[in-house]
Every structure is written in structure tokens, then in C-alpha cells.
């Protein structure tokens, strides 16, 4: 009796699992796979259409016999790149009309026309021509000849499926001089924008965590930055940094706090006189980072309050007792209390900082020295329109993202479901 | 007498008044007021003077008198020394005073001898500062987007600092930026489309994460620990590395350009976040309850319909909000997979509108404050629901 109760409830669980995971399993696995495969192929943006014939059909009177109709069909191999084999072709007349010359390819036969055109190279064009008639040397109506739609068909290779293979993506992007550089920059972003946002989000909950007129408020427009969509907001603050007639630059220049407009997001550099030495600052990575923590830090700040809120008051209590002042209660008791959940959110944030794309790609779309991995998926695979580069840089990333993953499994593991 | 507590209090206290100040100033410059300079240096001694002079005096005259005649006497010495300005900035200067001197209405010698006095007014002031910093610098993005949409790219090149919205004008006039985008831009249609793929996205999502969440939940199958990591596993996993082969694969199917495509992206992308905040509310609800349901006769259908959904309506709302927002305001598949003007989202339409640089910047606000304000609304109005799925779901984002 147990027995079968249990294979019920096994069969249950499945069925209602099956769509899920089913669908996830497409969606998200299927793709992390599929990059793999990808990867190892020379494959541009434009060989991912399946190569198909194609054609036109155009109805032509011949001459003042009403009788007669040339009809011309244009057929065209829709790539540029890849062959098609086998074309077949097929199109029906009706009743009682004929055609007259019939090309060699061709036969007909109870009222259809099918042809064997063979091979067609890529780029492949022709023109080709019927003349058809009726038998009873009636008026054809164009019109009836127009509705038929001719069917074409042929066999083309799909690049993404044949099994030739070449290591020359990875090649290229390891030897790209630039891969350091790219590595870098990714590291800059990824670790200033993770402990800055977590530095705010802890200033803020320790803010919010105090009575004050206007906290439930303060609490609702610290996730603003969060929860507004990220085009709308990375585009006000391109227009708040603009150089030409940004607020920014325009209040800065008008207080002679600056001498001419700096161009925030375009400029690489930055060289600033600090004590004498000349310091080269990222200038348009800083302005990313900045919006990164402008928008990531409410996250941050969610979590921090949410253990500030968690520790017992008794413990503040006592410590007054014993004498200690804001400073010390902070250091001793809310620090220790508040590490678990700030190391979480730094390998959590860190990770998902690493992936980032939107907010670069919508600020500087990747120039001026912001280029990052993720924004480098996008370059190769759209911009320069190489999809097997795109794939072998996310190949990268997903190697990067498990070694980051296995450390913090390693290091935090099951302890991330108790907070 | 000690010296130290009050030099920090004296140091900090007329900062944070001139911070208070500089900040007013910077605001009315925005509404189009002619002032160039911020005169930090003579401002901090006044305020200086300000704080100096209302410690010594304490307690001695009445508190009320006390707030009324220093912000008086402040905000006079303020205007002679300051450029010339209407009176509506000094008023606003007026009120900061009395903001500032009612704070410090307390502070006398006898109350600087207290313990730890020093770090207590850091903090105080601190928290004030830190108040008026945050609220500054998370709202004036927004307010800046909205304010642009009222005004025209020419007044905003001329005097980019003019962020004042003429009222005066014809109502046409000032809501011209949001007439435009809707015909011009055809925005009516773009606000249809993210409605259907967001509410899509909801409903297709909880229709696949119940069950299964119930299953992980409640029945016991083979490779159910395994099913649950890696749910968590697969949530890390972002978008930019899915979309090229999805691309490929998306346009050799002719998913691209279409809403469905969309709707099982975003649906599979959300999918496992769902499953694990509901699974986690499901296993807080008493077994017994389903049990009685068992007896009754239910099949698992009857228990998920009739028991388990009605009792966990705050962990799916929580879910739904968050899918919805996430959703509405996805960018990088929406890029990717609509080139087509006839099936942009919203997100996809502004970005959309700044491919053309001859776009006037009004029209790019506007569309942002469209596709803005439906979720700060729905934020604000659901804020407890929202908040609870942003923290279970917040290891992405």
C-alpha cells in the first residue's frame, strides 16, 4: 500500500514539475550548452538565417493575344554565403490552360507544373519564363494565374548545425592585446560597484534603522533607484552628466567650481594633481561605477536593515550600561552582528556586478575605457557581427562565473538560506 | 568647560547649516535664479557665529523667542551678505534657520558635559546630513526627468540650469512632449505591449511555478536535492551569456519580433526565483490542513486549487509584483530580440527614440516617465509585497 502511495506521489511530483523544468531547461541550459557549440565555429551575424529559394511571380500579357500569358518567375537563393541543393519547384495552372514552351527542367502534368532545378550556388538568379494558353482559345483571366502561389524547395546546410569546428575564437580572444585590459576593467567595475553600494547600503539602513520624522518615507524612495527600469534612468543621468547642456556641468561651471564642462562618460582619463603626483583616473569607469552604486546600493540596503532590525535591543541596552558610547556600540555590537550578511551580499552582488550589461551599455555603450566582458558578448556578436566570438566571450564568463560560484557555495553555502 | 565637545559641535553643526543653505542654492539656481556664487567660506562664518551665539545664550530666554528672533537676525544678516534674490528664496532661508535652530534648541554648556557628547552630536548631525543626502541624490534624477519632459530642447540649450516649468503657457503647451510621443511615436501602442508581456509573464509564470513549487515543497521524489541547488544555480546564471544562442535559435524559429518569444524568455528567466520564494512559503503551511483536504478526497489539484493558493496569497502576490517588475522593466532581451517598431516594448521604444540623435531630449524623458511612474506607483502602493519579493529575489539583479 505504501509502495504504490509513494509512486504516486513520485508521479504527481513529476507531472508537476515537467513544464517547468522543462521550460527552464530550454530557456537557460539549453543556451549555456549551446554557447559551447557555438564557440567552436566561424559563424557571422548573417549566416544564421537558414538559406532558402525564393521566388517572384510576375503575369505579363503577351503581345494583343488575349489568349496567350507570359508568366515570369523570379528565383533568387535568399544567402549570400551557402549553396542550396535540390531545388524543387512547384506551381498549378487551372483548368483547361497549358503551357506552350516548356523549359527542359520541367514537366507537366495534371494541371501542375514541377521542375527539378538542381543545385543553385549562393547568390544564385534567374529569370525564368512560361508561356501558357488555354486550349479553347478563351481569354485567360491574370488574375486566377496571380492568386497561385508557386511553392520552392531545397536543401541548404544550417552552419549552426554541420560539424566543422575551429579553436580560432578562443585564439583570438585570448590573444587579443586588449583581453587584460578588458579582464581589468571588468575587476574595477565589479569590485568598486559591489563594496561601494554595500558601503551606502549600510550607511542608509543605519539611517532608516533610527527614529526620525518621515522614515517610512525615506524607507520607500531608497528603493526608487532599484526599482525604477533601467533605460529611463540611464538615459536622465546621460542627460544630467551631458557636457554641452548638462545640469551637472552647467551648476558647476555657474558656482566656477570647474573652469569648462567635462565630459563625464566620454573622456578616459582624468588627470588629477594630487600632492604633486599626477593621478590618472578612469574619469568615464568612476561615472559607471557611480551610477552602479546610485542604483545597487537600495539592494544592499534591503538586506542590512532587515538584520539591523533582527538584533536584539537588550544588547544595546547593556552596552549604554556599561558606558559605551554611539561609536563603540557600533564597532562592537552592530558590525559583528551585520559581517554574515554584508560577506553574502558582497560574493552575491559581486557575482551578479561581474554580468553586468545594461547600465554600461546604456551609459557609454562601452567606449571610453568601460568596455567589460559582458559588453564585449555584445560587441563581438552584434557590433562587429562575429556570433562565434560573442559565444567564446561568454564561454569565458561562464568559466569565470563557476570558479566564482564554487567559492562561494565553498564559503557561505547553506548558511545564505538562514539570513 | 570642556572644549573639545564644543568645537565639534560648533564645526558641524554651522557645516551642516551650510550644506543646508548651499543646497537651497543650488536648487533655486535650477528654477532659473541668477546666482553665481556659493559663498561657502563667509556663510560658514555666519553660520559659525549662529551656532556660537546660540550655545552661550542655552536656556536662558524663552526657547520659542529664542528659535524666532536667531532666525531672523540669521536670515537678514544671510540676504545683505548674499547676492540680491526674490523673496521666495528668502523665505526658503528663513525656514532652514528655524529648521536649524529648533534642532539645536537644546544644545547649552550644562548639556555638552554629558557622556560621550561628542560622538552623539557627530551622529545627530550625521543622520540629519545623511537624510538630506539620500533624499537628494536618489530624487533629483527623477525629479530632473520629469521636470525635462515639461520643457523644450531649445530653452534647456539656451540655459540648460532653467529647469522651471511655465505654467502660464497653454496646457497643450506644457504637456505637448507627452502629445507628441503618444501620436507621433505611437507610445499607446508600446505601453499595450509591455502591459500584455508583463501581465503574460505573471500569469504564465505562476502557472508553472505553483505547481512545481508544491511539489519541492511537499512530495518526495527522486533528485529532489538536487532539483533545489540547482534551481539557485540556474538563477546565477545571466542573460548576456544566453543571448546569443537564444538569438540564433530564436531567429531560425521566426520567434523574433514576437510577443510569445518574449513571454517564454522572460517566463523561463523568472521561473526559478518564483519556484524557490513560493516552495519556501508553501513549507510554512501546516501539512495538516492538506491532510484533512486528503481525506476529503482531493486529488493534488483540489489541494493546490483549494488550499494551498488561498492560504499562500501574500507570498504569490509578492511574486507576481516582483515578476511584473522585472518584466516590465527587462531591457537586454527586448534589444536583442525586437527590431521591429510594430512589437517594441516600452524599454525597447525609448531606447529606440535616442538611436536618432536629432530626437529632441523632451521626448526621451517623457517616454522615460512613462515607463517610469507605473511601477513607482505600483512600488509605493504594494510596497510591503514588492519589498518582501526584492529581498528573496535580490541575489539577482
Given at each position: 500500500m505504501t509502495d504504490t502511495l509513494s509512486k504516486i506521489e513520485k508521479r504527481t511530483a513529476y507531472t508537476l514539475l515537467l513544464p517547468a523544468v522543462f521550460l527552464v531547461f530550454a530557456i537557460v541550459l539549453f543556451p549555456i550548452f549551446a554557447n559551447i557549440w557555438i564557440s567552436f565555429k566561424e559563424v557571422q551575424?548573417?549566416?544564421?538565417?537558414i538559406p532558402e529559394p525564393r521566388v517572384k511571380k510576375i503575369v505579363k500579357s503577351v503581345s494583343?493575344?488575349?489568349?496567350k500569358l507570359k508568366i515570369v518567375y523570379r528565383l533568387?537563393?535568399?544567402?549570400?554565403?551557402e549553396d542550396i541543393n535540390n531545388v524543387e519547384f512547384l506551381d498549378k495552372l487551372p483548368k483547361d490552360i497549358e503551357p506552350v514552351?516548356?523549359?527542359?527542367?520541367c514537366t507537366f502534368k495534371s494541371k501542375k507544373i514541377e521542375c527539378d532545378f538542381g543545385n543553385w550556388k549562393a547568390k544564385y538568379k534567374e529569370n525564368f519564363e512560361i508561356v501558357i494558353r488555354n486550349i479553347n482559345n478563351d481569354v485567360i483571366d491574370k488574375n486566377i494565374i496571380k492568386l497561385q502561389k508557386p511553392r520552392l524547395s531545397g536543401d541548404a546546410d544550417n552552419i549552426l548545425l554541420t560539424t566543422k569546428f575551429t579553436l580560432k575564437n578562443f585564439k583570438q580572444v585570448f590573444n587579443e592585446n586588449e583581453f587584460l585590459d578588458l579582464l581589468l576593467t571588468t575587476f574595477y567595475f565589479t569590485f568598486f560597484g559591489t563594496v561601494g553600494a554595500i558601503i551606502f547600503g549600510m550607511f542608509a539602513a543605519q539611517l532608516v534603522n533610527q527614529k526620525f520624522y518621515g522614515r517610512t518615507f525615506m524607507r520607500s524612495i531608497l528603493l526608487f533607484p532599484y526599482v525604477g527600469p533601467v533605460v529611463a534612468l540611464a538615459y536622465t543621468w546621460t542627460l544630467l552628466l551631458?557636457?554641452?547642456?548638462g545640469t551637472l556641468n552647467a551648476l558647476l561651471v555657474n558656482f566656477d567650481i570647474i573652469d569648462k564642462p567635462i565630459n563625464l562618460l566620454g573622456q578616459k582619463y582624468l588627470t588629477l594633481n594630487l600632492l604633486g603626483f599626477d593621478i590618472k583616473l578612469r574619469l568615464a569607469l568612476t561615472t559607471v561605477i557611480m551610477f552602479e552604486i546610485w542604483r545597487y546600493f537600495p539592494l544592499a540596503f534591503l538586506f542590512i536593515l532587515a538584520r539591523l532590525q533582527a538584533v536584539p535591543k537588550d544588547l544595546y541596552e547593556a552596552a549604554e550600561v556599561d558606558g559605551a558610547g554611539p561609536l563603540r556600540k557600533f564597532i562592537n555590537i552592530t558590525l559583528p552582528q551585520i559581517t554574515a550578511i554584508l560577506s553574502i551580499l558582497f560574493m552575491i552582488r559581486f557575482i551578479w556586478n561581474f554580468n553586468k550589461f545594461e547600465d554600461i551599455f546604456l551609459l557609454t555603450g562601452g567606449a571610453s575605457g568601460t568596455r567589460t566582458l559582458p559588453i564585449n558578448v555584445y560587441q563581438q556578436g552584434f557590433?562587429?557581427?562575429n556570433i562565434g566570438m560573442g559565444s567564446a566571450v561568454s564561454i569565458v564568463i561562464v568559466m569565470l562565473l563557476i570558479i566564482f560560484m564554487i567559492i562561494y557555495f565553498k564559503l557561505i553555502g547553506k548558511r545564505a538560506n538562514e539570513i | 568647560m570642556r572644549y573639545k565637545p564644543l568645537l565639534i559641535y560648533l564645526f558641524i553643526s554651522s557645516i551642516f547649516l551650510t550644506l543646508l543653505g548651499s543646497i537651497w542654492k543650488i536648487m533655486a539656481t535650477l528654477q532659473?535664479?541668477?546666482?553665481?556664487?556659493?559663498n561657502f567660506n563667509i556663510n560658514f562664518l555666519l553660520a559659525l557665529l549662529l551656532s556660537c551665539t546660540l550655545i552661550f545664550i542655552g536656556?536662558?530666554?524663552n526657547r520659542l523667542i529664542k528659535i524666532l528672533v536667531f532666525s531672523s537676525i540669521f536670515t537678514v544678516v544671510y540676504i545683505l551678505i548674499n547676492e540680491n534674490a526674490p523673496i521666495w528664496y528668502n523665505s526658503g532661508v528663513f525656514l532652514i534657520s528655524l529648521f536649524f535652530t529648533s534642532r539645536v534648541k537644546n544644545y547649552d554648556l550644562s548639556y555638552l558635559?554629558?557622556?560621550?557628547i561628542s560622538e552623539k552630536i557627530i551622529f545627530d548631525f550625521l543622520s540629519l546630513f545623511a537624510i538630506v543626502f539620500f533624499a537628494f541624490v536618489i530624487l533629483f534624477p527623477f525629479y530632473l526627468m520629469f521636470v525635462t519632459s515639461f520643457k523644450t530642447q531649445a530653452a534647456l540649450l539656451f540655459?540648460?540650469?532653467?529647469?522651471?516649468?511655465?505654467?502660464?503657457?497653454?496646457i497643450m503647451e506644457v504637456f505637448k512632449s507627452y502629445f507628441v510621443i503618444f501620436k507621433?511615436?505611437?507610445?499607446g501602442r508600446y505601453i499595450y505591449t509591455s502591459s500584455i508581456v508583463s501581465i503574460g509573464t505573471v500569469i504564465v509564470t505562476l502557472i508553472f511555478a505553483i505547481p512545481a513549487a508544491y511539489a519541492v515543497a511537499r512530495l518526495n521524489f527522486f533528485g529532489k536535492t538536487f532539483l533545489s541547488t540547482s534551481i539557485l544555480v540556474i538563477y546565477m546564471f545571466p542573460a548576456i551569456v544566453l543571448v546569443i544562442p537564444l538569438y540564433t535559435v530564436f531567429s531560425q524559429l521566426g520567434l523574433r519580433n514576437s510577443i510569445e518569444g518574449l513571454l517564454i524568455v522572460y517566463t523561463a528567466t523568472t521561473l526559478p526565483v518564483a519556484i524557490y520564494m513560493l516552495q519556501g512559503y508553501f513549507k510554512s503551511i501546516p501539512k495538516e490542513i492538506e491532510d484533512a483536504g486528503l481525506i476529503d478526497g482531493q486529488n493534488w489539484f483540489g489541494i493546490i486549487v483549494k488550499i494551498i493558493i488561498p492560504l499562500s496569497l501574500p507570498a504569490i502576490a509578492s511574486v507576481a509584483l516582483y515578476v511584473f517588475m522585472i518584466a516590465w522593466n527587462e531591457f537586454l532581451f527586448s534589444l536583442m530580440f525586437l527590431d521591429n517598431p510594430k512589437s517594441f516594448t516600452l524599454s525597447r521604444a525609448i531606447n529606440h527614440l535616442t538611436g536618432?540623435?536629432?530626437?529632441?531630449r523632451q521626448y526621451l524623458m517623457a517616454g522615460s516617465v512613462v515607463v517610469t511612474l507605473p511601477i513607482l506607483l505600483i512600488f509605493v502602493y504594494f510596497e510591503k509585497y514588492l519589498v518582501s519579493g526584492l529581498t528573496a529575489g535580490s541575489v539577482k539583479g
Open positions: 551575424l548573417k549566416d544564421i538565417r494583343e493575344d488575349k489568349t533568387r537563393n535568399s544567402s549570400l554565403i514552351n516548356l523549359d527542359s527542367r551631458d557636457p554641452n547642456s557590433a562587429v557581427s | 532659473g535664479l541668477k546666482l553665481t556664487e556659493i536656556k536662558k530666554i558635559k554629558e557622556d560621550f540655459n540648460p540650469l532653467d529647469l522651471s516649468i511655465n505654467f502660464t503657457n497653454n507621433t511615436y505611437d507610445f536618432d540623435a536629432e530626437t529632441p
